[in-house]
């Protein structure tokens, strides 16, 4: 896609519609911006192929996992037309790191000192009882390959310029 990107030194951060329609982007991102520089942010609003090739995983080789919702259609209902958050993270390592920020998937099991066990309020358990996907919050790029397809996802060619290491070395930390 892009030619010479450090794609370890890049994360895209998603913040899912509870954490926007909660106004905890803010905080969110104020937090994330500790331990990355935070290159851009914005609200979308995603299109159905935006949701569904974003959670490809969810659809294909991980659909057995969830038995006690249609993936397909509760990511239809949260995401399709609702708020969401994205950014562009820079700085050494930055998807490693953010994961680790990030916690445990399921907020009731992360610890306090993470985004999700900090700003979380669903469980696992709960969202199983209502047949629907868990609300967590927050999602990073699981690796500089997932960074590199994240941001074509929603970035795009079109903002390739957001990746020119000189409009980021300055305000980088670490």
């Keep these: 896609m892009i030619g010479a990107v450090d794609w370890t030194r890049w994360s895209v951060v998603l913040l899912k519609p509870d954490c926007v329609a909660r106004g905890l982007v803010d905080p969110v991102l ?7 520089t935070l290159v851009d942010r ?3 609003i995603p299109t159905e192929a935006q949701i569904f090739t974003h959670y490809h995983d ?6 057995a996992h ?10 239809r209902r949260t995401y399709v037309g609702q708020p969401v958050g994205i950014a562009l993270a820079h700085g050494p390592n930055a998807a490693p790191r953010l994961r680790e920020m990030l916690g445990h998937f399921d907020p009731a099991q992360a610890r306090p000192d993470t985004i999700r066990g900090r700003f979380g309020n669903d469980s696992l358990r709960r969202a199983k009882a209502e047949h629907r996907l868990i609300a967590n919050v927050i999602h990073s790029s699981d690796d500089p390959h997932g960074a590199e397809r994240e941001f074509g996802i929603w970035y795009g060619p079109h903002e390739h310029h957001l990746l020119q290491p000189s409009a980021t070395a300055e305000r980088s930390p670490r």
Excluded at 58 to 63: D, F, G, K
Excluded at 66 to 75: C, I, N
């Design 30 to 36: 104020t937090w994330i911006g500790l331990q990355v």
């Design 58 to 63: 969810l659809l294909t080789t991980r659909l």
């Design 66 to 75: 969830f038995t006690w919702v249609d993936v397909r259609a509760d990511l």
């Design 42 to 44: 914005r609200i979308v």
